[in-house]
């Protein structure tokens, strides 16, 4: 990964918090978990997780990437805005997974 894939990552990681932070109820904890950028910086994915996970589904529903891209476009100065997608970060639920198999052993 480039330095500029990074800082872009870092950025775009800070704004989604703040964005998401701003947008949805606060019955809900949703964090941003990692940032995945495209090399030539024109796709970005943002991995979140949800609490409780059953509101997985509904806050997915409720964040409008047009929304979202029209936010950093506001707060970053790049000759391009990457398209942005969100998703679940399911490394958490296999984490989960592992530590019980673990733990049955």
Not at 89 to 95: G, H, Q
Request: aromatic share 6%.
């Amino acid at each position: 990964m480039s330095l500029r894939q990074e800082k872009i990552n870092s950025l775009i990681k800070n704004l989604a918090a703040e964005f998401l932070s701003r947008e949805l109820d606060r019955k809900t904890l949703v964090s941003v978990t990692r940032i995945e950028t495209s090399s030539d910086l024109k796709n970005a994915v943002v991995f979140i997780i949800v609490f409780p996970e059953k509101e997985e589904h509904p806050v997915l529903g409720k964040i409008k990437p047009g929304e979202f891209r029209g936010f950093i476009k506001q707060k970053m100065k790049t000759k391009f805005l990457p398209a942005i997608e969100f998703r679940i970060d399911e490394s958490l639920k296999k984490e989960r997974k592992m530590d019980r198999l673990i733990d049955n052993v």
